[in-house]
Every structure is written in C-alpha cells, then in structure tokens.
C-alpha cells in the first residue's frame, strides 16, 4: 500500500495534475515522483499500462 495526492481542482492556477506519492517519516513531508504506468487511481480500480500502450492511445490525440 502506498500513499497518494493530488490536487483536483484549483481556481485560475495552472497546477500540477500528476498524481504523486507522498510519505511522511521523522524529518516530514515528502512528495515524491508522480506514479507512471498507472490508471483508475482514483476511482479504486488500479490497472497497470505498458509504456507502448501509453504512446498508442497519446498518438490519437496528436494533430
């Protein structure tokens, strides 16, 4: 189990959508690198994505 942020929404702010994971030890907070190769986060139904999958459904998006 792992630990997971991200910020939803916030008003006239072009923040950070990544979903990022986060621990908290002896010296703080840390936010760590946003979780790649992963899907359904949120919604609790986690599926993991090959990398070529990723470049095929990002191509039919392309102009």
């Given at each position: 189990m792992r630990?997971?942020?991200t910020v939803l929404k916030m008003r006239g702010s072009m923040h950070d959508k990544d979903i990022r994971e986060y621990t908290i030890d002896g010296d703080g907070y840390h936010i760590g690198k946003p979780?790649?190769?992963v899907t359904g986060i949120l919604s609790g139904n986690i599926?993991?994505?090959t990398p070529a999958e990723i470049d095929r459904v990002g191509g039919l998006f392309q102009d």
């Amino acid at each position: 189990m792992r630990r997971c942020l991200t910020v939803l929404k916030m008003r006239g702010s072009m923040h950070d959508k990544d979903i990022r994971e986060y621990t908290i030890d002896g010296d703080g907070y840390h936010i760590g690198k946003p979780f790649t190769n992963v899907t359904g986060i949120l919604s609790g139904n986690i599926m993991h994505v090959t990398p070529a999958e990723i470049d095929r459904v990002g191509g039919l998006f392309q102009d």
